[in-house]
C-alpha cells in the first residue's frame, strides 16, 4: 500500500514553544520523495521541503527542521518557537516512482496560541 | 502572492450555470494539475496536464471539462454541478511531470447553490 498518515489532527501550543508534526509513510518503492506543505487560512498549499529517498540527511531552514529516518519510514518537521504566523494545515506528501500523483496526508492543524 | 494565478477567487454557482476556473503561471512550468479539496480534507488530484496534453483524469465526472488552451494557462469548465461540487478548487504547476515540487494558487472556493 501507498499511504502517508498523520496521526495528529489538530495540535495547539502557546507561541515561542517548539512542536512536532509528526509523518509516517508507506511505499512498496525504494525511490520515493517525500514533502511538505503549508495551509494558510488564505488557502493556496505553500512548498515547504521535498526529500528523496537516497538522502536521510535531516535538513534546517530557519525556525524548521526536518527528521527523515527510513527505518522507521517517518518525516517529521519541528518548529523551533512557534509563531502565531505558523498557524495553519500543514500536508505531508509522498510520491514514489512508478506513480504519477502525489498522495498527500490528512493534514494537521495547528494553532499557536499568543 | 503566489507564481501560480486563479480566477475568480470566489465562485457562486446554480447548477444549470456554465462557468469557468482559470489557472495562470508564468514560470515556464510545463506540468499543470487541478485538485479539489473539501473542508478539513486533503487535496484530490483531479486532472494533470503535461506539454498541453491531459496526462492523467482521476476518473472525473464528465461535468468537469479541463482545457490546456496554452503552457501558460489552465482552465475547468463546468456544467450541471452539484451541490457535493462545492470546494476549494487548487491548480498546480511543476517544471515537468515528476518529482518536481508542485507550485499551488490561492484556489478558487466553488459554492453550488
Known amino acids: 500500500a501507498q499511504k502517508v498518515t498523520q496521526a495528529q489532527t489538530e495540535i495547539s501550543v502557546v507561541e515561542k514553544e517548539d512542536v512536532t508534526l509528526d509523518c509516517v509513510y508507506e511505499?512498496?518503492?525504494?525511490?520515493?520523495?517525500l514533502f511538505w506543505y503549508k495551509q494558510p487560512p488564505s488557502g493556496e498549499l505553500v512548498f515547504l521541503i521535498r526529500r528523496n529517498s537516497f538522502d536521510e540527511q535531516n535538513e534546517i531552514s530557519g525556525r524548521y527542521s526536518w527528521n527523515f529516518q527510513k527505518s522507521t519510514s517517518s518525516f517529521n518537521f519541528t518548529i523551533t518557537a512557534s509563531q502565531v504566523v505558523d498557524s495553519a494545515v500543514y500536508f505531508c506528501a509522498l510520491r514514489y516512482s512508478s506513480a504519477s500523483k502525489i498522495i498527500f496526508g490528512s493534514g494537521t492543524r495547528l494553532s499557536i496560541r499568543p | 502572492d503566489t507564481e501560480v494565478t486563479q480566477t475568480p477567487k470566489h465562485l457562486v454557482m446554480g447548477m444549470t450555470n456554465k462557468k469557468s476556473l482559470k489557472c495562470e503561471q508564468h514560470m515556464g512550468h510545463r506540468a499543470m494539475y487541478w485538485y479539489k479539496q473539501k473542508a478539513k480534507k486533503p487535496p484530490e488530484l483531479m486532472f494533470v496536464y503535461s506539454y498541453e496534453k491531459l496526462s492523467i483524469n482521476e476518473s472525473v465526472p464528465s461535468r468537469f471539462s479541463p482545457e490546456c488552451p496554452n503552457s501558460s494557462l489552465l482552465n475547468l469548465h463546468l456544467h450541471a454541478l452539484q451541490p457535493e461540487d462545492s470546494a476549494l478548487y487548487l491548480c498546480?504547476?511543476?517544471?515537468?511531470?515528476?518529482?518536481?515540487?508542485?507550485?499551488f494558487g490561492d484556489g478558487t472556493r466553488l459554492s453550488i447553490l
Open positions: 498546480a504547476s511543476s517544471q515537468i511531470l515528476g518529482n518536481q515540487p508542485q507550485h
Open positions: 511505499t512498496r518503492d525504494t525511490t520515493y520523495y
